[in-house]
């Protein structure tokens, strides 16, 4: 299901486009379908960034781009609004770095994640400045969320991002109004960003039973 998923996805890659692949094994089958086009990309993965340079695909430094023509990634959550909930990576800030540049910003999922509204099964994952770490971890509280410091089960204490910050998973129930959570959360002085995805994706293309669908931001599902 998942490679028909990022076949789909293949057919809005076009010749002479920068492409935004994020990661997860979707996209590493969407690479597959897209490695003999005219195509640069830019990925804040670096598993992704190694299956595209082996399959002979120019990988570009994000810091050296301002302009992405369509890109693409997975999500743990994505409801009718297009609000996505991202947990897994713990690179979403990069991620969003790389949508905010792009004419299209697509999730590419199967229809378990989608939901009418977000449920806040996952996490959200609060990227934190380290000496933020105990203010922050107040405010969230305040507001009821219960705050975890990631850790791995393979790695002796815990996890930072990429730009060696702390990444909080927190834990929130019964939220009503999930562009307020967000706003409040970015607003905490050092806060660097959520996993929350609040006016950013601009499609959903979604795989089922029953076939591939695609839906914008403010239309219905249409088949493929």
């Not at 692949?21 to 089958?29: D, K, P, V, W």
């Not at 598993?47 to 301002?66: F, I, R, S």
């Not at 890109?71 to 897994?88: I, R, T």
């Not at 850790?151 to 910050?165: M, P, Q, R, V």
Request: aromatic residues 8%; glycine residues 8%.
């Amino acid at each position: 299901m998942k490679k028909k998923c990022a076949l789909y996805a293949s057919k809005l890659v076009k010749d002479g486009m920068v492409v935004g692949l994020g990661g997860g094994s979707t996209i590493q089958y969407l690479i597959d379908y897209v490695k003999d086009k005219d195509i640069q990309v830019v990925t804040p993965s670096a598993k992704t960034a190694l299956k595209a340079q082996k399959e002979g695909l120019t990988v570009l430094n994000t810091q050296y781009v301002d302009h992405v023509d369509i890109a693409f990634d997975g999500c743990d959550e994505v409801d009718s609004h297009l609000n996505a909930l991202k947990s897994g990576g713990g690179i979403h800030t990069q991620e969003k770095i790389i949508a905010s540049m792009a004419n299209e910003y697509i999730v590419l999922i199967d229809e378990s994640k989608f939901h009418d509204t977000l449920t806040f099964k996952v996490p959200v994952v609060v990227e934190v400045l380290p000496k933020a770490f105990s203010i922050v971890k107040k405010k969230i509280e305040e507001l009821n969320g219960i705050v975890e410091w990631r850790t791995a089960s393979n790695k002796d204490g815990f996890l930072i991002s990429d730009e060696g910050n702390i990444l909080l998973d927190v834990y929130f129930k019964n939220v009503e109004d999930i562009r307020l959570l967000n706003q409040t959360l970015l607003m905490m002085p050092g806060v660097v960003d959520t996993s929350l995805f609040v006016d950013i994706i601009t499609g959903i293309i979604m795989i089922s039973d029953k076939g591939v669908f695609k839906k914008e931001k403010d239309g219905e599902f249409y088949a493929l």
